[in-house]
């Protein structure tokens, strides 16, 4: 069965790579029928027009089968047109010319229609990516007003109410109201922040390695990020016994603050998250696990694109795991998603410990 699927598509590539030369070939004959139809032997003319011929030939398909078109309109022109006729045999100079003449015209506009050739396969393979950024950006604006228009509407609706004298508002109403204005303002700065920070880490940051606890670091970010996690109870295991390392902190703490807010966010209220943090066989490992939907395995590769969220109606601003596997990338870490303990999703981040000498504990 797979032969019989095969066959025909070899068959297809075979005849595309064999028909330039199968051009090489007809051109010729028919050069040399009408030269022999229309010039008499030794006449000047067969020559040019043979020429013309591997010209053509060159031109159109590039320096193999110009050489074909060569040897072959070669061959003709000694064996057809030079004396004595009929025989394969250099009887004067002039033919040794033709013959210099004849691949030197084939090296050079092989060579020119190679290049050409290159060219517009760049200025296509150039077109098609700009196509691709043009979608790109269309979409992630799109995607960016959307983001923003949602809540500026909130904040417009919200406030026009609260201003409105003829709209009684009880003080339930008006706290509601109120917070939110709030929520919605917060989701704005976030998400300023986040495409701030998007753009910092794109434009290209030189990572600053210094000696670092790990525990101190996950703890300092786990503080953080203690509203977003909620009610959600936290397995903590990073050993305060490990050995420091030498990482960007500040990269790390920003991988890791865009993890749990993303899983805060993504994971039903109550649910348990595992924070596990190691250093072994020179990587800082950092492992955040959940029992939320987890993440099918088509889809682990296009969480981390800017602006791509798993269902249209999720929260967020779609950048907290691209934000994440760039900040790990730009120390020459890795952001990697597997299946969790727990049930739902375990992001694995693995940063390299630039040791090279010094502090070997954290006491």
């Given at each position: 069965m797979l032969n019989g699927r095969l066959t025909p598509f070899v068959a297809v590539v075979l005849t595309a790579r064999l028909t330039p030369y199968i051009i090489a070939v007809i051109s010729v004959m028919v050069v040399t029928g009408v030269s022999l139809y229309m010039y008499p032997i030794d006449s000047d003319f067969p020559p040019l027009v043979l020429l013309l011929a591997v010209a053509l030939t060159a031109s159109a398909g590039g320096i193999g089968p110009?050489?074909?078109?060569?040897?072959?309109?070669?061959?003709?022109?000694?064996?057809?047109?030079?004396?004595?006729?009929?025989?394969?045999?250099?009887s004067s100079i002039g033919t040794a010319f033709d013959l210099i003449a004849f691949a030197l015209v084939s090296v050079f506009l092989g060579t020119l229609n190679a290049r050409l050739r290159n060219a517009r396969q760049r200025a296509y393979a150039a077109r098609v990516d700009a196509e691709h950024a043009l979608q790109a950006r269309d979409e992630a604006l799109a995607i960016v007003s959307h983001d923003?228009?949602?809540?500026?509407?909130?904040?417009?609706?919200?406030?026009?109410?609260?201003?409105?004298?003829?709209?009684?508002?009880?003080?339930?109403?008006?706290?509601?109201?109120?917070?939110?204005?709030?929520?919605?303002?917060?989701?704005?700065?976030?998400?300023?922040?986040?495409?701030?920070?998007?753009?910092?880490?794109?434009?290209?940051?030189?990572?600053?390695?210094?000696?670092?606890?790990?525990?101190?670091?996950?703890?300092?970010?786990?503080?953080?990020?203690?509203?977003?996690?909620?009610?959600?109870?936290?397995?903590?295991?990073?050993?305060?016994?490990?050995?420091?390392?030498?990482?960007?902190?500040?990269?790390?703490?920003?991988?890791?603050?865009?993890?749990?807010?993303?899983?805060?966010?993504?994971?039903?209220?109550?649910?348990?998250?595992?924070?596990?943090?190691?250093?072994?066989?020179?990587?800082?490992?950092?492992?955040?696990?959940?029992?939320?939907?987890g993440i099918p395995i088509e889809a682990r590769e296009r969480v981390f694109a800017k602006f791509q969220r798993l269902a249209d109606n999720s929260f967020g601003t779609g950048l907290g795991l691209a934000i994440a596997r760039a900040a790990t990338t730009a120390q020459g870490g890795q952001v990697l998603i597997e299946d969790s303990p727990l049930g739902g999703a375990r992001f694995v981040m693995l940063v390299p410990n630039q040791a090279t000498g010094g502090p070997t504990s954290a006491s």
């Open positions: 110009a050489l074909v078109a060569t040897v072959l309109g070669f061959l003709s022109l000694d064996f057809y047109f030079e004396q004595p006729p009929f025989t394969f045999s250099l923003l228009r949602t809540p500026l509407t909130a904040i417009k609706t919200s406030v026009s109410t609260l201003r409105n004298p003829g709209t009684p508002l009880n003080e339930g109403t008006r706290t509601e109201l109120l917070g939110t204005i709030e929520a919605e303002a917060d989701r704005l700065v976030h998400f300023v922040g986040d495409a701030l920070a998007m753009s910092r880490l794109e434009s290209g940051i030189a990572p600053d390695p210094q000696w670092n606890a790990l525990g101190e670091i996950v703890s300092a970010v786990l503080d953080r990020v203690t509203p977003v996690l909620g009610e959600r109870p936290v397995t903590y295991d990073v050993p305060d016994t490990l050995p420091l390392a030498r990482f960007d902190a500040g990269l790390l703490q920003q991988a890791l603050t865009n993890v749990l807010e993303n899983v805060g966010r993504h994971t039903p209220e109550g649910t348990p998250v595992a924070i596990v943090g190691r250093i072994e066989d020179g990587t800082v490992r950092v492992e955040v696990s959940d029992a939320g939907p």
